[in-house]
Nanobody, 123 residues
Framework: QVQLVESGGGLVQAGGSLRLSCAAS????????MGWFRQTPGKEREFVAV???????NYADFVKGRFTISRTNDKNTVFLQMNSLKPEDTAVYYC?????????????????WGQGTQVTVSS
């Protein structure tokens, strides 16, 4: 089994920044991609960013230029640097791991999920 633990969420004013972390432990895999998703009440979980095994990244249009996904050299911790936050970024943010070298924007294709961390952006 793999455990993913997110941290770094909180309350911030519009225009501010937060850095989310996701630490992975447990069963190792030969290759995997790590993604960040978010969800608000009554809505489906939506893609935010992904980093593939090779290090290539992809972002949702609504965060391009504001959010940056990165990871440690051992690939066990992934970060989401969120700048210029807006009230509409308020959500529970989840990290997820997908086996394989290629990332995807589809939540159902991820194998492991963290418990989520709340991000609240006040106006």
């Amino acid at each position: 089994q793999v455990q993913l633990v997110e941290s770094g969420g909180g309350l911030v004013q519009a225009g501010g920044s937060l850095r989310l972390s996701c630490a992975a432990s447990g069963r190792t895999a030969s290759s995997y991609a790590m993604g960040w998703f978010r969800q608000t009440p009554g809505k489906e979980r939506e893609f935010v960013a992904v980093i593939s095994w090779s290090g290539s990244t992809n972002y949702a249009d609504f965060v391009k230029g504001r959010f940056t996904i990165s990871r440690t050299n051992d690939k066990n911790t992934v970060f989401l640097q969120m700048n210029s936050l807006k009230p509409e970024d308020t959500a529970v943010y989840y990290c997820a791991r997908k086996l394989g070298v290629v990332g995807t924007t589809t939540p159902a294709r991820y194998d492991y999920w963290g418990q989520g961390t709340q991000v609240t952006v006040s106006s």
